[in-house]
């Protein structure tokens, strides 16, 4: 999940569909990982996050899925909204409390078409 | 809910000068803050570390002398970018670490422009 590029990858979606984003990490370490959803000029707003024990999570609107093997982890937002449209980004955690860091993708930009 | 601020939330300045910017956890105490940088386009990439009372842990290729952080309670990290070129714009962002959620929160970023 390196940072790379000035272009965001862009996923267009029809108002009311669901949307699936995807994110590859790299850390075989990592045994805890995130969502973000950022809006335009504003900092990163939790989603949803997952413990490297479990491959689903289920929240409101939106499911995680984390495949280990792969090291692939999916963001799924159910009846896309045009609210919706923000750069996600997936983050995976390493260390814990103070010592912890948080590394984050390279985002992908959801646009919802209304 | 845990509620980290900035200030300013935008600044511009000339090449040469040094700025300042402040993060506050309002609701809680965080003994550990972080600060990111985000160009245009791109993603989050941490620059630092802030531990109340001691001092930051940069991360490589981030210049301890060009970005100097404070963290002299456990409400409020400063990061100062001192003479701050063109090259220093940017959104930054900082963290807030809770101990008892296990949880960053994260500022609103402040974006900077360098003239």
């Known amino acids: 999940g390196e940072s790379v590029g000035l272009h965001l990858p862009t996923l267009s979606v029809q108002e009311g569909d669901n949307s699936i984003i995807n994110c590859a990490y790299s850390n075989s370490a990592s045994d805890y990982f995130i969502w973000y959803k950022q809006e335009s000029g504003k900092g990163p707003q939790f989603i949803i996050d997952?413990?490297?024990?479990?491959d689903k999570r289920q929240g409101q609107r939106v499911t995680v899925l984390l495949n280990k093997t792969v090291k692939h982890l999916s963001l799924q937002i159910a009846a896309t909204q045009p609210g919706d449209s923000a750069v996600y980004f997936c983050?995976?955690?390493?260390?814990?409390?103070?010592?912890?860091?948080?590394?984050f993708g390279t985002g992908t930009k959801l646009q919802v078409i209304p | 809910g845990a509620v980290v601020s900035q200030h300013p939330s935008r600044v511009i300045c000339k090449s040469g000068t040094s700025v300042k910017i402040e993060c506050r956890s309002l609701d809680f105490q965080a003994t550990t803050m972080f600060w990111y940088r985000q160009f245009p386009k791109q993603s989050l990439m941490l620059m630092a570390t802030s531990n109340e009372g001691s001092k930051a842990t940069y991360e490589q290729g981030v210049e301890k002398d060009k970005f100097l952080i404070n963290h002299a309670s456990l409400t409020l990290s400063t990061l100062t970018v001192t003479s701050a070129h063109p090259e220093d714009s940017s959104f930054y962002i900082c963290?807030?670490?809770?101990?008892?959620?296990?949880?960053?929160?994260f500022g609103p970023g402040t974006r900077l422009t360098v003239l």
């Open positions: 997952i413990r490297s024990n479990m």
């Open positions: 983050a995976e955690k390493v260390g814990s409390g103070g010592y912890q860091k948080v590394t």
């Open positions: 963290s807030a670490y809770r101990a008892n959620t296990d949880t960053q929160y």
